[in-house]
């Protein structure tokens, strides 16, 4: 069966400081990659999506990056973080056929 | 941008009572999906239905498509305090090579025992 890990679950942060989070896929081949971001309270928006390894698009201008050195990897980066990069960060994955995403359980970022 | 908006933003009943929960959205879509979040976890994928579909049934879900009113709801019955929860809606639409997913701002549910 597929599963899919994001790490850490918590993570607080300085300014200015880089960041990395993880996100792996078990159980399937060639999927779908999403980063998505959720501000307290609010919906998802979609950050990056990824269709293939080192194939990256961005849907908004920030201060984030995003890269899939690996089928099944795939990392969000930062290489200074802003107060404004606060939230629930979440990881997904789909195939092809346009059936349901499934999450990651997210990672809380606080920039302090 | 936001492709859906779920009503109403927070909706509080009692165990046992329906909840109706609705969502509308912009564009031409290829399906629409309703998820489900705990509080500081990450989303669960409830239902789907297709475009050319009207009404789908998964145990106590109910959804219903109007792809002319550009609308859909989500109909939990027999509620339960487990279904305390944040329900929202995605669009699913072709573009760029695969199916992106634009959710709403969802609807906080609390269902009381």
């Known amino acids: 069966s597929q599963t899919i890990h994001q790490w850490p679950a918590t993570l607080v942060q300085p300014v200015g400081s880089p960041l990395s989070l993880e996100c792996t896929v078990e159980?399937?081949?060639?999927?779908?990659l999403y980063w998505y971001r959720q501000a307290a309270g609010r919906g998802l928006q979609l950050l990056f999506y990824?269709?293939?390894?080192?194939?990256i698009s961005s849907e908004v201008p920030q201060n984030l990056s995003a890269s899939r050195p690996q089928d099944r990897q795939f990392i969000l980066s930062s290489k200074k973080l802003l107060l404004s990069d606060s939230g629930f960060y979440l990881c997904?994955?789909?195939?092809?056929?346009?059936?349901?995403?499934?999450f990651g359980s997210g990672t809380r970022l606080t920039v302090v | 941008s936001q492709q859906g908006e779920e009503d109403p933003q927070a909706l509080s009943i009692q165990e046992g009572e329906n909840a109706t929960m609705n969502c509308s959205y912009k564009?031409?879509?290829?399906?629409l999906q309703w998820y489900r979040q705990n509080s500081g976890r990450g989303l669960v994928h409830l239902i789907l239905?297709?475009?050319?579909?009207r009404e789908k049934h998964s145990g106590r879900l109910r959804v219903t498509l109007d792809t002319s009113k550009k609308s859909s709801s989500l109909l939990i019955t027999a509620s339960r305090a487990a279904d305390t929860a944040s329900y929202f809606c995605a669009t699913a639409m072709f573009s760029g090579g695969y199916n992106k997913l634009i959710f709403g701002a969802g609807t906080r549910l609390a269902v009381h025992p």
């Open positions: 564009t031409s879509i290829n399906n």
């Open positions: 997904a994955w789909s195939n092809d056929r346009g059936y349901g995403y499934t």
């Open positions: 239905i297709r475009s050319n579909e």
């Open positions: 990824s269709v293939g390894i080192g194939q």
């Open positions: 159980g399937t081949s060639n999927p779908n």
